[in-house]
Nanobody
Framework: QVHLVESGGGLVQPGGSLNLSCAAS????????MAWYRQTPGKKRELVAT???????NYADSVKGRFTISRDNVKNSVDLQMHNLTPEDTAVYFC?????????WGQGTQVTVSA
């Protein structure tokens, strides 16, 4: 089971950009699906973007065209590039490895979009 650590969160103005990184402690090459989720207080954790070993990427409708997920199976990392951020993107962002039998989650990184 890999250990995941997110970084790159922070405070950004509306319209700005951030790049989140997720570093895995082990090999992610054979983990079919890596993903980014986000969560705001009192709400269910929301799927933001996914990346599979076959190269498929999917995005929540709310971030399509603004966010890009990329995985590096050599560096064992998964990045989330975020552009044109809005206050509605404010959340704690979590990295996720969908591995059996125990999926892994990072501790999260806070993204705050505010003027």
């Amino acid at each position: 089971q890999v250990h995941l650590v997110e970084s790159g969160g922070g405070l950004v103005q509306p319209g700005g950009s951030l790049n989140l990184s997720c570093a895995a402690s082990g090999n992610i090459r054979n983990i079919y699906l890596m993903a980014w989720y986000r969560q705001t207080p009192g709400k269910k954790r929301e799927l933001v973007a996914t990346s599979t070993t076959s190269g498929n990427k999917n995005y929540a409708d709310s971030v399509k065209g603004r966010f890009t997920i990329s995985r590096d199976n050599v560096k064992n990392s998964v990045d989330l590039q975020m552009h044109n951020l809005t206050p509605e993107d404010t959340a704690v962002y979590f990295c996720h490895a969908d591995q059996s039998p125990f999926p892994s989650w990072g501790q999260g990184t806070q993204v705050t979009v505010s003027a």
